[in-house]
C-alpha cells in the first residue's frame, strides 16, 4: 500500500503548523496546498540510503526507524521517529543522497512534499531555516553519543578479550613450557645412558647391538633438542628474560658453527663459503643467542638444499638511517627457495611450509623436518638484540632451486658500553650452554 488519499480528513495546514511555528501564513498555505498525505504498510522502505533525496516527510500517525547500513548484510538501527517528526530533509538542504535508509515500523501515515516548493519556502524563511538547522543538529549529535557509547562498549568488550586472550597465552606458554622441561630431564639422562653404552665394548664388537644403539641415541638426541628448541622459544614467546651482553666474536662463533656442521656439509656435498666475516669487529652481545640464530640459519641453509649445493655466509658493517651502525650477517643457498606468501610467515614458532608428512626427520638432512621453531627463535634472538632478521627468495621451487637469502641486522654496541636491558615488546634469553647446540 502506498497510495495518496486526498480525501482525508486531515487538516494539513493545521497539522503543520506547531511543527513549523513561526512562519508566515501564506508560506504555510504554500506548504500545506504541497502536501501529500501518504500511507504504508509496515516494513515499507520510503528513503533508501545512497539514492537522490527529492522530497521531505513529516510523520503524522505510526513509526518509521532510521537505519544506516553497515556493510552488504548488517544496519545498524539509528533511531525512530513518531507523530510530528521531520526526516528526509537532510538530502535536500544539503542537496546530496540520503544518508540512511527509513522504514515503517507499523501502518504509518506521512505528508509528502517535493523538494522545489519545499526549498522555496526555506528560501524566504529564516524561521523555518533555523528550526531544521536545530533539528539536523541534534540529530547528528543524538547520533554521535549513541555511536560513541556504543563504540566505548565494544571498546571494553574487546579488551576483555585481549586479556582474556593474553591470560590463555601465558598458560599455554607455561604449559608447553613445563612440560618441556619436565620431558627433557629424563630424556637428557637417557641419552646419556645411551652414549654410554654406544662406547661400552660389549656393545661395540656387536655390530647389530651397536647398531640398535646407534639408533638409540640418534633419537634421544634429536628428542633432546626438540625440547631444546620449545624451552627456547617459551623463553621468546612469554618476554620475560634480559639480555645480558658481553665480548662476542662474530668470526668465533660462525667458526664453531661451521666445525658443528663439517661432517654433514662433506656428507651431503656442500660447500659453505664465508665472505668478509674474518674482519667483523667484537661487539657487544648475548653469545649463546647468537650462537642460536645463526645455527639455526645454517642448519635451514644444509636442510633446505640439495646435495651439492652452495651456502654462502656474508659479514659486513652497514650504517643504517634507523638502527645506525650495523653488524650484517647474510645466509644464502642454493636450494628449493620460500614462496612469497610464506616468506614472513616461517618465522612463526611451528610454521612450516610444504607437506610435513613428507619431511624426513633429522637436522642437517635434505628437507629434514624439524617442529618448525628455528627461525621463530632466531627472529627472538635478533629481536632482543634490538635487530631484524627477513627472508628473501625469488620463490620455491624443488626442480629448479632458486635459492633463499637470510639477512640478520643487529644494532652494533661497542664492547664496553653494554648495560642489561631488554628491548620493549622483544625479548631476549638466558640459556644454558647445553641448549646453545639446539636444533630447529
Ligand atoms: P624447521 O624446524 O621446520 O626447519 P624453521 O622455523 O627453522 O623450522 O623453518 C620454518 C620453515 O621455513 C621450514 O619448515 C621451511 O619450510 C622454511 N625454511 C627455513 N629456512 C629455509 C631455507 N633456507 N630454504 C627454504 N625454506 C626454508
Known amino acids: 500500500m502506498d497510495s495518496s488519499l486526498s480525501s482525508s480528513n486531515l487538516n494539513v495546514k493545521e497539522f503543520l503548523r506547531p511543527l513549523l511555528l513561526g512562519l508566515e501564513e501564506e508560506d504555510l498555505d504554500e506548504l500545506a496546498q504541497a502536501a501529500a498525505l501518504r500511507l504504508f504498510s509496515p516494513g515499507t522502505v520510503i528513503c533508501h540510503e545512497g539514492e537522490p533525496g527529492d522530497a521531505v516527510y513529516f510523520v503524522v500517525e505510526g513509526q518509521v526507524d532510521i537505519l544506516k547500513r553497515l556493510d552488504d548484510e548488517n544496519e545498524r538501527f539509528l533511531h525512530s521517529l513518531r507523530s510530528g517528526e521531520i526526516f528526509g530533509e537532510m538530502a535536500i538542504v544539503q542537496e546530496s543522497v540520503r544518508t540512511a535508509t527509513v522504514r515503517t515500523a507499523e501502518p ?5 512534499i517535493a523538494k522545489d516548493p519545499f526549498l522555496a519556502v526555506l528560501g524566504r524563511s529564516p524561521s523555518l531555516g533555523i528550526r531544521i538547522l536545530v533539528r539536523m543538529t541534534n540529530r547528528l549529535r543524538d547520533t554521535d553519543q549513541k555511536a560513541i557509547s556504543e563504540l566505548r562498549q565494544v571498546n571494553q568488550e574487546l579488551t576483555q578479550a585481549l586479556h582474556q586472550l593474553a591470560r590463555l597465552d601465558r598458560t599455554k606458554a607455561d604449559f608447553i613450557r613445563l612440560s618441556a622441561h619436565e620431558l ?3 630424556v637428557a639422562a637417557l641419552l646419556g645412558y645411551a652414549q654410554m653404552m654406544k662406547n661400552n665394548p660389549l656393545v661395540q664388537a656387536n655390530p647389530q647391538l651397536s647398531e640398535l644403539v646407534h639408533g638409540v641415541v640418534t633419537g634421544t638426541a634429536r628428542l633432546h633438542r626438540v625440547f631444546n628448541s620449545i624451552l627456547d622459544v617459551s623463553r621468546v ?8 651482553r658481553s665480548p662476542v666474536s662474530i668470526p668465533v662463533i660462525l667458526e664453531g658453527i661451521f666445525i658443528e656442521f663439517r661432517q654433514a656439509l662433506a656428507d651431503r656435498g656442500l660447500t659453505l663459503e664465508r665472505v668478509g666475516i674474518k674482519g667483523m669487529p667484537i661487539c657487544a652481545g648475548e653469545p649463546d643467542l647468537l650462537y642460536k640464530v645463526f645455527y639455526h640459519l645454517v642448519s635451514n641453509g644444509i636442510k633446505y638444499t640439495p646435495n ?19 653488524i650484517e650477517v647474510a645466509v644464502e643457498d642454493t636450494g628449493i627457495g620460500i614462496a612469497p606468501q610464506d616468506l614472513d610467515l616461517i618465522f612463526e614458532k611451528f610454521y612450516r611450509t610444504g607437506e610435513v608428512e613428507l619431511h624426513s626427520s633429522g637436522t642437517t638432512k635434505f628437507k629434514g623436518g624439524g617442529p618448525g621453531l628455528g627461525l621463530a627463535i632466531a627472529r627472538g634472538g635478533v629481536e632482543a638484540h634490538g635487530g631484524r632478521i627477513w627472508a628473501e627468495s625469488p620463490g620455491y621451487d624443488e626442480k629448479t632451486c632458486p635459492g633463499s637469502r637470510f639477512v640478520v641486522q643487529i644494532p652494533f654496541v661497542e664492547v664496553g658500553q653494554e648495560s642489561v636491558e631488554t628491548p620493549p615488546g622483544l625479548v631476549a634469553n638466558a640459556t644454558t650452554p647445553d641448549d646453545a647446540v639446539s636444533g630447529g
Open 108 to 112: 504509518t501515515a506521512v505528508l509528502e
Open 184 to 186: 627433557r630431564t629424563p
Open 237 to 244: 614467546m612469554t618476554g620475560e628474560i634480559e639480555i645480558h
Open 308 to 326: 651439492g649445493g652452495r651456502i654462502v655466509v656474508t659479514g659486513r658493517m652497514v650504517d643504517l638511517p634507523d638502527l645506525g651502525l650495523c
